[in-house]
T-cell receptor, first 114, second 113 residues
Framework: AQSVTQLGSHVSVSEGALVLLRCNYS??????LFWYVQYPNQGLQLLLK??????LVKGINGFEAEFKKSETSFHLTKPSAHMSDAAEYFC????????????FGTGTSLTVIP | DTGVSQDPRHKITKRGQNVTFRCDPI?????LYWYRQTLGQGPEFLTY????????KSRLLSDRFSAERPKGSFSTLEIQRTEQGDSAMYLC???????????FGDGTRLSIL
């Protein structure tokens, strides 16, 4: 089964600073990769996805992620944090062979300091 | 595209009672998923439907849990004889094809007294 590791359960950045949220996956065959954001008492909203095209993926709200096969990573970045970015972020993967269930990391809570 | 809707948003019940949640997926999506999310954790897969067929079930889905999607549209998740450990957010998601993003509803938060 797939597994996902998100290093850093809590990340704090100043408003306007770079945001970097880390995600590593376990499989030898690159899976489908996704980043979701969750605001309190809400469901998950898709930020971006990697399927097999460009390794640098651009998403909504200025976020982007880079797929690095050699590092089995899919880290999420944003050049300049905004107060509205404060939320919980989840990395998810699914097998290319089935693509059914998603495996989620434990999440990273992002705090933006004014 | 009206999104995935779940009902109710919150459910408070006493231990031992039965509860049922409903999920209405995006209308053209034939794949429907249920996940459970506990505090401080990511969602964990429970079960998956393709149209009306339940094709995968997690070991997390004990005998007290049952899910249906009778006409391949909405789905229900029932928990019988609820226990304290069932307290969680239950999330429903849908997608058009495998490997594509799953679209999530806002969840049903279950609290067991």
């Amino acid at each position: 089964a797939q597994s996902v590791t998100q290093l850093g359960s809590h990340v704090s950045v100043s408003e306007g600073a770079l945001v970097l949220l880390r995600c590593n996956y376990s499989s030898s065959v690159p899976p489908y990769l996704f980043w979701y954001v969750q605001y309190p008492n809400q469901g998950l909203q898709l930020l971006l996805k990697y399927t097999s095209a460009a390794t640098l993926v651009k998403g909504i709200n200025g976020f982007e992620a880079e797929f690095k096969k050699s590092e089995t990573s899919f880290h999420l970045t944003k050049p300049s944090a905004h107060m509205s970015d404060a939320a919980e972020y989840f990395c998810a993967v699914s097998d290319r062979s089935t693509g059914n269930q998603f495996y989620f990391g434990t999440g990273t809570s992002l705090t933006v300091i004014p | 595209d009206t999104g995935v809707s779940q009902d109710p948003r919150h459910k408070i019940t006493k231990r031992g009672q039965n509860v049922t949640f409903r999920c209405d997926p995006i209308s053209e999506h034939n794949r429907l998923y249920w996940y459970r999310q506990t505090l401080g954790q990511g969602p964990e897969f429970l079960t998956y439907f393709q149209n009306e067929a339940q094709l995968e079930k997690s070991r997390l889905l004990s005998d007290r849990f049952s899910a249906e999607r009778p006409k391949g549209s909405f789905s229900t998740l029932e928990i019988q004889r609820t226990e304290q450990g069932d307290s969680a957010m239950y999330l429903c998601a849908s997608s058009l094809v495998a490997g594509q993003p799953q679209h999530f509803g806002d969840g049903t938060r279950l609290s067991i007294l």
